[in-house]
Structures are given as structure tokens and as C-alpha cells.
């Protein structure tokens, strides 16, 4: 197929991007719909985590095998394939009415966008292959992945409260089947290297299984079994990555300790901020009341301050002081957040009580975040990059299924025993969620321990601040 012209490449990457913020949005906008889910569907505090969990689970387990398989296939039959089962997916969710339907069907979203999110980035990169015009491209695309989260608030809490839940993920159908069509109008069909090259598909199904029933482990906390056979399948997905022709994770990209840092540090970091999202969602909700259009605009301040600063102010930030102060900063101020909403009382104002720590939220992950990517991609290869930016991703949604997990069970355990001790229900339920915000911020803390632990001083630091 011949080369696409320029007004054709950027319309291409808009369809790319469309494809992106309907993945994007779909996280944000469960997260408003939570409450109505758990009323609707009966699910226990607890069980609630598996609407979320589910998704990230088999998108952190097959991130790496979908990037993989769109080198051998094609990146827009990936592509393709992903919105597919996405929008099949979609429906199914739609139209669940058990918890289990449910909780299949997002594992089945999961699939798609993990097939789809994975080649994304390839395909920008090979149709914007000059440094300009790729930094250009780059720009729109994280302009649509930060930007998504802020729309899903809003476009979640309305379509919650006007119509029903179950239309969040009705809507994404017409969008998937607009962004299919003009897909094949306008994307180049690469061929791949052939499915002959091979895959690690083992690899695959043993980094999800350990995940999920990592996950299920922390959640009915009390499975010794599940926990051993969780523990048995990660270290034989080490061996099998030690061990493969082509392997998933090539074990030797971790002998950088500051790529190897980088993703430790990710995990606690990322594990409070999708715990602050979940457990925030349910506080306005169940304590003070809030509809789904209230809890959308209450995270707002958030998502509109980590956006502009992200996109506008990180890079002269990081230029400016090292972006090794900007990510201790942003870690610092993310703790900080997390202990003011551990003392959020039962009559709370938003103002007061939950305004101050969605804007320091904001504050400090909107221009860490790229210092983060900064610093972790400052020791790698131009030949590991796209390996290792699928890994970040892939540490990402691994630590926050787990640590979405482990919140969640902490908060509804401490509660169900308050309830036990015949505490008042809206008092039980605060201490537990200020519980788990106290968690979030030990996690904040841990990981601006390890930041500074691993890049202080230096030669990462130093190449990292000059570039």
C-alpha cells in the first residue's frame, strides 16, 4: 500500500486517538457509576472491586503479548481485532444483570483494549517517523489520554444519572464502530513479520492467571491455597521469561537500576491513586449522599489541574529544576492529599474537607508523572524503548489491581467490624474509607522513598535533567 499523504497521516493518528480515549474512558467513567453498579447489582464493598479489577487484570496481563502479536500480525489488525472484542465487550457489560456477567465482560474489555492500546503508539510512531512532526503527534496523543479522564467524569455522572448505568458502556458501540470503519479508510495495513516468528503465549496466561488470583487472594482474604498457587505461577512466569525464544519480558532490561527502580516505585504510587478514585467515588456517594453527576464534577478539580500541568507546564518544569525534584515534589504533595482525606468526617463539605486534596492530587501528579517516564526511560536503549515503556504500563495496571484490591478489602474489613461493634453505619463506613486513605498515603510515601533512594545523585539524574 503506498504511503499515506499528510492530511491522511493526521487524520489516521485522530482515529488512533479516538480509539485511545474510548479505553481512557472507560476506566474514569465506571469509577462515577460505582454506587449505582453496587446498588443495582447487589455487590458487596468488597466484591465491587472486581468491576475494576477485572478490566486491569487481563489488560496488565496481555499488554505485552498484544504489542508482541501486532508485530507479527499487523498493528491494524491488532488494532482492529481490540476495538472488536472492546465493542462486543461493551455490550455484553451493558447488558448484564448479574455481578458475574458483569465482572466477564470487563475482563473481556480488558482483552480488547489491550489489543488495541498496545499498537497505538507503534503506529504513531511509523507514521510520524520525524522527530518534529512525531513530538507533534506524541503531544495530541497524550493531550487525548490525560484529557479522556476529565470527559469520562463528566460524561459518567450524566449518562448515570439521566439515563442509567448501563448506557456508560452502550456508548461506547457507536464510537468503536465510527473509529473501525474510518480505521480502514485511512491506516495503513502493515503486514508483520508473520505468526511464524513467534509469541509467548504461555508467558501471557501465566502473568494474567498470577495476577488474578493475586487479586482474588487479597479480596477474600482468607485463601491460603490461592495465594500459594498465585505465588507458584509468577515464578514460573519468571522461568518461563528466563527461559523462552522470544519471551515477553526479557529479564536482562531490569539489570538498569534505575529502570528496575522506576517500576517498584510505580506500584505503591499508582496503587493510591486508583484507591483514591474508588474509595473517594463510594465516601460521596454512600456518606454524603452524592449522585453520579456530583461525584463526576467533585473529581474534576483533579483530572483539569493534572491535564494542564502535564501537558503544559512538566516539560519546563523538569528542564527547570531536574525532573527528579519535580517527581519528589509531586510524590510529596500526592502523600500530602491522601492524609487530609484520612480525616474526612462523616458531615463532610466539599469545600473544606475534599476540594484542597483533589487540587494537590492534581498538583502533583499532573507534572510528575513525565518526570516519572523521564527518569525511567533515561538509562534505556533506543533499540528496548517500546519494550520498556510496555512494561511501565504493564507494572501500572499490575499494581493497581493489587493495590486497588488491597484497599478496598482493608476499608470493607474495618468496617463490617465496626458494624459489628454497632457503630452507626455512616461512621463505620468514613473509618473505613479514612483508613484506606491512610493507606494511600504510606503507599505515596513508600514510593517517594524509593525515588529518592534510586535516583538520587546519579548518572540517570544528570542525563535525565539535560535532556
Not at 79 to 92: K, P, Q, R
Not at 105 to 123: E, Y
Not at 360 to 369: H, Q
Amino acid at each position: 500500500m503506498r504511503p499515506p499523504d499528510d492530511r491522511t497521516r493526521w487524520l489516521a493518528l485522530y482515529v488512533l486517538c479516538t480509539g485511545m480515549l474510548m479505553i481512557v474512558l472507560d476506566l474514569t467513567v465506571v469509577n462515577v457509576a460505582l454506587p449505582s453498579i453496587k446498588a443495582d447489582l447487589g455487590f458487596s464493598f468488597s466484591s465491587l472491586a472486581w468491576v475494576v479489577n477485572s478490566y486491569m487484570v487481563a489488560f496488565a496481563g496481555l499488554l505485552l503479548l498484544s504489542g508482541r502479536l501486532g508485530d507479527l500480525l499487523g498493528r491494524r489488525k491488532v488494532f482492529l481485532a481490540g476495538l472488536g472484542v472492546f465493542t462486543v465487550a461493551s455490550v455484553l457489560c451493558g447488558a448484564a444483570q448479574t455481578q458475574w456477567m458483569l465482572v466477564g465482560a470487563r475482563f473481556l474489555q480488558g482483552v480488547g483494549g489491550a489489543l488495541s492500546s498496545a499498537v497505538i503508539l507503534g503506529m504513531i510512531i511509523t507514521m510520524f517517523p520525524g522527530r518534529g512532526e512525531q513530538a507533534k503527534a506524541m503531544g495530541v496523543y497524550g493531550f487525548v489520554a490525560s484529557g479522556g479522564g476529565t470527559v469520562g467524569l463528566l460524561a459518567g455522572g450524566v449518562i448515570t444519572q439521566v439515563i442509567s448505568w448501563h448506557w456508560i458502556f452502550f456508548i461506547n458501540v457507536p464510537i468503536a464502530l465510527v473509529t473501525a470503519v474510518l480505521a480502514v479508510r485511512l491506516i495503513p495495513d502493515d503486514r508483520g513479520l508473520g505468526i511464524g516468528e513467534g509469541a509467548d503465549y504461555l508467558g501471557a496466561v501465566l502473568a494474567t492467571a498470577a495476577l488474578m488470583l493475586g487479586v482474588y487472594t487479597i479480596v477474600s482474604a482468607h485463601s491460603i491455597v490461592m495465594g500459594t498457587a498465585s505465588a507458584l505461577l509468577l515464578i514460573g512466569f519468571l522461568v518461563r521469561e528466563a527461559t523462552a525464544a522470544n519471551p515477553l519480558m526479557p529479564l536482562g532490561i531490569f539489570r538498569s537500576r534505575a529502570f528496575s527502580g522506576a517500576n517498584l516505585l510505580q506500584v505503591p504510587w499508582v496503587a493510591g491513586m486508583f484507591g483514591m478514585f474508588f474509595i473517594g467515588a463510594l465516601y460521596m456517594q454512600e456518606v454524603l449522599g452524592y449522585g453520579a453527576l456530583q461525584i463526576g464534577l467533585a473529581f474534576l478539580p483533579c483530572t483539569v489541574v493534572m491535564g494542564v500541568l502535564s501537558l503544559r507546564y512538566a516539560e519546563p518544569l523538569c528542564n527547570r529544576f531536574g525532573p527528579l525534584r519535580v517527581l519528589l515534589v509531586g510524590l510529596a504533595l500526592t502523600t500530602l492529599a491522601f492524609v487530609l482525606l484520612s480525616r474526612v468526617p462523616v458531615q463532610g463539605s466539599y469545600v473544606r474537607d475534599l476540594l484542597p486534596a483533589m487540587l494537590l492530587f492534581g498538583f502533583g501528579t499532573g507534572p510528575s508523572f513525565p518526570a516519572f517516564m523521564t527518569l525511567a526511560m533515561a538509562d534505556v536503549g533506543e533499540d528496548e524503548a517500546g519494550l520498556a515503556s510496555g512494561l511501565v504500563n504493564t507494572t501500572a495496571e499490575a499494581g493497581a489491581a493489587l493495590g486497588l484490591a488491597v484497599l478496598a478489602t482493608v476499608a470493607a474489613s474495618h468496617t463490617h467490624h465496626l458494624l459489628g461493634d454497632h457503630v452507626a453505619k455512616a461512621a463505620a463506613l468514613t473509618d473505613g474509607y479514612r483508613l484506606a486513605f491512610g493507606i494511600g498515603a504510606a503507599l505515596a510515601l513508600v514510593s517517594l522513598g524509593i525515588a529518592y533512594g534510586v535516583f538520587r545523585g546519579t548518572r540517570v539524574e544528570q542525563f535525565a535533567s539535560m535532556h
